[in-house]
């Protein structure tokens, strides 16, 4: 067991360190990261998660609210069988979690972030390789992966001035539930104009773009950490 002292010392090197954090061009740019999954969510109409930023150069985005159905046989197989029975169902519903997996990397591109913690990337690639396979299979993955990649690019581009407002309120708070960012989200024009410019796209998959993609912001500020 630790002594007071060594329990002090760990205390104070601990707080320390969220000073030093907190704040900083990591934190923001982990915090534009986070607020672009839930812009990407609520744009294409997905249940809205909570998001949080830690004092350890990560975040995340969690949804306890999604309970997994109990199915039988084996990934492959559910997958094959649901694109057969369903397959314009599971297609539309599968883009959805694509687009908004892939917004955080679209964010970090746009923002040109550098040194962000490679594992939340790499984690939203692999949910959104996994739910291409259960779209389409392996044969039309790749089509829809990289059609879903500039529908979250196009999210972000339009919707920068909202990410970035949000991630400045979370770099305060550290955590945002999803009904308080459902509220703020519904109170902005901005956000209801990129909803409904999705949810008018005609189905199919296709890709067409919602608005002319905007420059990113010419003039160095807090948020682009030039």
């Known amino acids: 067991m630790a002594t007071l002292q060594e329990q ?20 923001r740019a ?11 969510s ?6 809205m998660a909570s998001i949080s930023v830690s004092d350890h150069s ?5 949804n306890v609210d999604r309970p997994k159905p109990e199915v039988d046989g084996t990934p ?18 599968c883009r959805k979690e694509i687009v908004t997996f892939l917004a955080g990397r679209a964010a970090d591109e746009f923002a040109g972030d550098k040194g962000l913690p490679v594992s939340a990337s790499a984690s939203d690639l692999a949910e959104a390789d996994k739910a291409a396979d259960v779209a389409v299979g392996r044969e039309g993955r790749d089509r829809l992966l990289e059609s879903c990649r500039a529908d979250a690019a196009e999210i972000v ?4 001035p909202l990410i970035q407002e949000f991630a400045a309120l979370l770099v305060f ?5 999803g009904f308080v960012l459902e509220i703020m989200f519904s109170e902005r024009d901005l956000a209801a104009t990129l909803r409904e410019a999705y949810e008018a796209r005609p189905a ?3 890709y067409s773009p919602l608005f002319p993609p905007p420059a990113p912001p010419a003039e160095p500020d807090w948020w682009s950490d030039a």
């Open 157 to 160: 581009k339009t919707g920068w």
């Open 76 to 93: 492959e197989e559910i997958a094959a069988r649901l694109r057969r029975e369903y397959p314009d169902a599971i297609a539309k519903a």
């Open 58 to 62: 990560s975040g995340v985005m969690r």
């Open 42 to 47: 609520h744009t294409v109409g997905l249940k």
């Open 204 to 206: 199919g998959g296709e």
């Open 30 to 40: 982990v915090a534009r990261h986070e607020v672009a999954h839930a812009l990407a």
């Open 8 to 27: 002090i010392e760990k205390a104070v090197r601990e707080a320390v360190h969220r000073d030093r954090y907190r704040d900083s061009p990591t934190d």
């Open 173 to 177: 708070e550290r955590e945002m539930p």
